[in-house]
């Protein structure tokens, strides 16, 4: 059995030269990876992370590992790849989805507010660089543990005061809190440690040293 989708790719791993496993969240099948068989000269420019991509999904009853075909881009999503300040909270987002969500994961909403969120990201043209820090606060509620102040304040150390305004501001507001460098590294990895506590497992998000280097 066939089925078309629409996938947002998180990243992909190369298990031989004419093939990769995408891994991948739907709204149908929530994380899930797929085997994907690459033609000569194939571009790799369709599975960027954070890619919104419609594909042909063949069901293999043999095998967990289905696969996918017939890729095309949903979106262009132009900003996020020409701006690098964009692309660096992608790169952020998409690992943090991938360790975060675990394959078999289908939270009811999950992929809709994914894909909203990077649309968002896209259309916006200034003003952002706080948008990884409102990003997980509702990634947290997007999984299923709405996150109040009482429930960060054990992460929140000397960054009380930011994590409360953070999480009373509208995204508008939020996008414009005065942050330095330092405090929006220091709130993000609060907010890790708090995604972490909740996922039940320990979020080694690599990513984010760039984005500490960035803003």
């Known amino acids: 059995m066939t089925h078309n989708a629409r ?9 031989k030269d004419s093939a990769i496993v995408v891994h991948t969240l739907s709204r149908e099948w929530g994380r899930r990876s797929f085997i ?23 069901e293999n009853p043999k095998s967990e590992l289905w696969r996918a075909s017939r890729f095309t881009q949903a979106w262009p999503l132009m900003s996020l790849r020409t701006d690098p300040s964009k692309n660096a909270i992608t790169l952020f987002m998409s690992e943090v989805l991938y360790r975060a969500v675990t ?10 507010w994914c894909e909203r969120s990077i649309l968002t990201l896209e259309a916006l043209e200034k003003d952002y660089a706080n948008f ?4 997980l606060l509702e990634l947290a509620a997007a999984m299923g543990f709405e996150p109040s102040l009482e429930d960060l304040s054990p992460f929140a ?9 953070l ?16 405090r929006r590294s220091e709130l993000c990895e609060v907010f890790i440690r708090y995604l972490s506590h909740h996922s039940e497992s320990t979020l080694d998000i690599r990513s984010l040293r760039v984005l500490k280097e960035l803003f």
């Open 7 to 15: 996938l947002i790719i998180l990243r992909y791993t190369k298990i």
């Open 36 to 58: 994907v068989h690459l033609g000569k000269g194939a571009s790799m420019a369709m599975f960027q992370p954070l890619g919104i991509v419609e594909a042909d999904i063949s």
């Open 103 to 112: 394959d078999g994961t289908a939270e009811d909403g999950l992929y809709d």
């Open 132 to 135: 990884h820090l409102r990003w």
């Open 157 to 165: 150390g000397e960054r009380f005061a930011e994590v409360k305004a």
């Open 167 to 182: 999480l009373g501001a509208s995204f508008e507001e939020a996008m414009l809190l005065p942050l330095s460098g330092e």
